[in-house]
């Protein structure tokens, strides 16, 4: 059954209906796969009705403005087929036929310019796989099918394959009778993703599957050639059939939702990696083409990182933890947003003057952001910074970005410095200042090139320079063990902030990181926690005996109390039942150093882990991993915190020990002084 956004293509004839349908013939001819096709036919079609609804016809009627007001139609579209708003990954694809089908277009000389040169994909979240099997788990799924019957003898040899092999589902349906060979031990896979070949070695036991399967089940029917057949004697017509038929066996050996063949995958990499494999090798046998998508499996492979943890954290487990059932939490009705969210949306919400105001292209520039998957902590800091900037200007009878020069914005660049902070009553830092001067370049850069102004007034606008500063609060193990030991154990939010406290000193997590835990990122068994990491750079990390102890006491005893609402996934709740924001943490974390007589907050913590871990002889590239650096460059300040080492060498190397009589001479000296 087709779709109105595929019917399209027999409907309309107009100008660039034509265009398009040109660009999806050259791809057979460059010999795309049927999969990218069909894909690229569905994206293109329903951006040709979405264009044909506004009577667009042809391609030099389209613009950059025409191209960002799909963007964000995009966002708000609900599909049928997914069933829900589209996501920000869905919402890519969309965008990115879009922009090839432009491209080429340009290249064969029926454009001028492309209107889609100007398409920005934002941060995309790295997505490290969520569920690898145990090799338990992994058995369990294979054994489940029943091997006395035909379809149960197939189905467990498609998952001795999957498990053995790595290969994709779709390979596997196109595996053909004569891609198995046997006296080599390996597997052809023909046409894999990208139509790319590739030879994968098969274990003794899979390929023992495989021939009794084929001489006992699947029989000889004529002219099938496919090496796994449906109840019909046909090829599985797609992975999704294919994914379906295998359900059950996931679900019987009762692992985790969301898993299915090609966890098979995912898990045969990582315990290859845990077991000693070279990443290279395991970047031939999935038919990678860049590295960069094999180094997934060495952010999920955490074996190391669980075994520094444990030689290097001062953090030692307790045989129990001593504590009473807490009470139950006062009864707290859902409180109404208050504070600094609901002043940007009473500000922003208010209705724009004119189309082309601050008020108007400043909602526009949000919803980009939005649609190029920024993070929602993100979109607040820009909403907060040209708030300050757009008042600025108000005073000045300035209301419409048109109007601003170069000239005008050095003037704002001079207040800043000049700026008393209400909070501190000090002058903003240049880190701030930098920041605030930073969101309003790229505002006005995405305005230049959506075409809403023509020049961009920022061009000459110079960054300020930012001095290094080393962490100030680094604790001893001992000071932390007293703030530590600051939060009330018979009480519901006592035992809430003492599991988070020992999961921060544990992992190092950020605020940000600690408050967008799921329950679901905690798996128990393996004792790891999945981090939704800054810049959506996500990453496993393990958690900490003593943490983890305190965390599944949290969850028991304190969690169920504080659960208002059932279907409520966040791992820490407030007491009203909603999830803990991450300003909160800091505020609960603050109380705690102080009552506990020291200065710092969350980030404390994370400085002072760092630094115990180097010290008791961590390497640095795993404090790297733990802590979610980008860049070396980064968790290298915490070698210059870490002195330890620097202090021994000073001690049993500088000249001046050579002379200790000295120094004693001089002690002695004062001392009579004094006397």
């Known amino acids: 059954m087709q779709s109105k956004y595929t019917k399209i293509w027999d409907r309309v004839s107009t100008p660039i209906v034509v265009d398009a349908a040109e660009y999806l013939q050259w791809l057979l001819v460059r010999n795309y796969s049927k999969n990218t096709y069909k894909a690229r036919r569905y994206y293109l079609g329903f951006f040709l009705t979405w264009c044909h609804e506004r009577g667009i016809d042809s391609a030099e009627q389209i613009t950059s403005r025409t191209i960002e007001d799909y963007s964000l139609f995009l966002r708000n579209h609900h599909s049928k087929r997914c069933g829900g708003i589209l996501s920000s990954n869905s919402r890519r694809f969309y965008i990115q036929s879009v922009q090839l089908l432009f491209r080429r277009l340009l290249k064969k000389g029926a454009l001028l310019s492309n209107p889609a040169s100007e398409i920005e994909f934002g941060k995309r979240p790295e997505r490290l796989p969520r569920n690898i099997f145990t090799q338990e788990q992994a058995e369990a799924i294979i054994n489940a099918p029943d091997i006395t019957t035909p379809f149960g003898l197939r189905d467990r040899t498609i998952l001795e394959t999957f498990y053995s092999t790595g290969i994709r589902a779709n390979e596997l349906i196109e595996l053909q009778l004569n891609d198995i060979d046997h006296h080599r031990g390996v597997i052809f896979v023909r046409e894999g993703k990208g139509k790319k070949d590739r030879i994968v070695p098969a274990g003794e036991r899979a390929l023992a599957w495989i021939e009794k399967y084929t001489l006992e089940t699947r029989g000889n029917p004529p002219g099938e050639q496919a090496l796994f057949l449906t109840q019909y004697k046909k090829p599985f017509k797609s992975s999704g059939a294919l994914g379906a038929a295998m359900r059950g066996y996931f679900k019987s050996a009762h692992v985790p939702n969301g898993t299915g063949c090609h966890t098979f995958r995912h898990t045969m990499a990582t315990l290859m990696l845990e077991n000693g494999a070279?990443?290279?090798?395991?970047?031939?046998?999935?038919?990678?083409?860049?590295?960069?998508?094999?180094?997934?499996?060495?952010?999920?492979?955490?074996?190391?990182?669980?075994?520094?943890?444990?030689?290097?954290?001062?953090?030692?487990?307790?045989?129990?933890?001593?504590?009473?059932?807490?009470?139950?939490?006062?009864?707290?009705?859902?409180?109404?947003?208050?504070?600094?969210?609901?002043?940007?949306?009473?500000?922003?919400?208010?209705?724009?003057?004119?189309?082309?105001?601050?008020?108007?292209?400043?909602?526009?520039?949000?919803?980009?952001?939005?649609?190029?998957?920024?993070?929602?902590?993100?979109?607040?800091?820009?909403?907060?910074?040209?708030?300050?900037?757009?008042?600025?200007?108000?005073?000045?009878?300035?209301?419409?970005?048109?109007?601003?020069?170069?000239?005008?914005?050095?003037?704002?660049?001079?207040?800043?410095?000049?700026?008393?902070?209400?909070?501190?009553?000090?002058?903003?830092?240049?880190?701030?200042?930098?920041?605030?001067?930073?969101?309003?370049?790229?505002?006005?850069?995405?305005?230049?090139?959506?075409?809403?102004?023509?020049?961009?007034?920022?061009?000459?606008?110079?960054?300020?320079?930012?001095?290094?500063?080393?962490?100030?609060?680094?604790?001893?193990?001992?000071?932390?063990?007293?703030?530590?030991?600051?939060?009330?154990?018979?009480?519901?939010?006592?035992?809430?902030?003492?599991?988070?406290?020992?999961?921060?000193?544990?992992?190092?997590?950020?605020?940000?990181?600690?408050?967008?835990?799921?329950?679901?990122?905690?798996?128990?068994?393996?004792?790891?926690?999945?981090?939704?990491?800054?810049?959506?750079?996500?990453?496993?990390?393990?958690?900490?005996?003593?943490?983890?102890?305190?965390?599944?006491?949290?969850?028991?005893?304190?969690?169920?109390?504080?659960?208002?609402?059932?279907?409520?996934?966040?791992?820490?709740?407030?007491?009203?039942?909603?999830?803990?924001?991450?300003?909160?943490?800091?505020?609960?974390?603050?109380?705690?150093?102080?009552?506990?007589?020291?200065?710092?907050?969350?980030?404390?913590?994370?400085?002072?882990?760092?630094?115990?871990?180097?010290?008791?002889?961590?390497?640095?590239?795993?404090?790297?991993?733990?802590?979610?650096?980008?860049?070396?460059?980064?968790?290298?300040i915490y070698t210059h915190i870490s002195i330890a080492k620097l202090k021994e060498v000073h001690e049993r190397t500088h000249p001046a020990r050579l002379y200790p009589t000295q120094t004693k001479d001089i002690l002695a000296e004062t001392s009579q002084d004094k006397a």
């Open 278 to 636: 070279d990443i290279r090798h395991i970047q031939e046998i999935l038919g990678h083409t860049d590295l960069r998508t094999t180094e997934i499996y060495t952010r999920v492979t955490i074996g190391h990182l669980s075994q520094v943890q444990a030689d290097s954290h001062p953090a030692k487990p307790t045989n129990s933890l001593p504590i009473p059932d807490p009470s139950p939490p006062d009864i707290a009705m859902p409180t109404k947003p208050r504070g600094p969210r609901k002043t940007l949306d009473d500000f922003w919400g208010q209705p724009p003057q004119t189309p082309d105001d601050f008020i108007a292209l400043g909602n526009r520039y949000f919803a980009y952001l939005e649609t190029d998957q920024y993070r929602p902590q993100t979109i607040d800091s820009h909403r907060s910074n040209l708030k300050h900037f757009v008042l600025w200007c108000h005073e000045r009878s300035i209301t419409k970005p048109n109007q601003i020069t170069p000239t005008i914005l050095e003037l704002y660049q001079s207040d800043l410095a000049h700026h008393i902070a209400e909070k501190t009553a000090k002058p903003l830092s240049p880190r701030f200042r930098q920041i605030r001067i930073s969101i309003v370049c790229v505002f006005f850069r995405r305005l230049t090139k959506s075409g809403h102004i023509l020049t961009n007034p920022t061009d000459t606008i110079e960054p300020l320079k930012i001095p290094k500063r080393l962490p100030r609060n680094t604790l001893s193990h001992q000071e932390i063990e007293t703030i530590l030991a600051q939060p009330d154990l018979t009480t519901t939010k006592g035992l809430r902030d003492r599991a988070m406290l020992e999961l921060i000193y544990s992992t190092g997590m950020r605020r940000s990181e600690i408050s967008n835990l799921l329950l679901t990122d905690i798996n128990p068994t393996t004792r790891t926690i999945y981090v939704h990491g800054k810049g959506g750079k996500n990453r496993y990390l393990p958690i900490g005996e003593r943490a983890f102890q305190w965390l599944s006491t949290y969850l028991e005893k304190a969690r169920p109390l504080q659960a208002i609402h059932p279907e409520q996934n966040a791992l820490f709740l407030t007491k009203e039942g909603t999830p803990i924001h991450r300003h909160a943490v800091s505020t609960i974390t603050s109380k705690y150093f102080k009552t506990a007589g020291f200065k710092g907050s969350c980030h404390a913590l994370r400085h002072s882990m760092a630094t115990l871990m180097l010290e008791n002889g961590a390497d640095i590239r795993h404090i790297q991993e733990i802590l979610g650096h980008s860049k070396l460059s980064t968790t290298e």
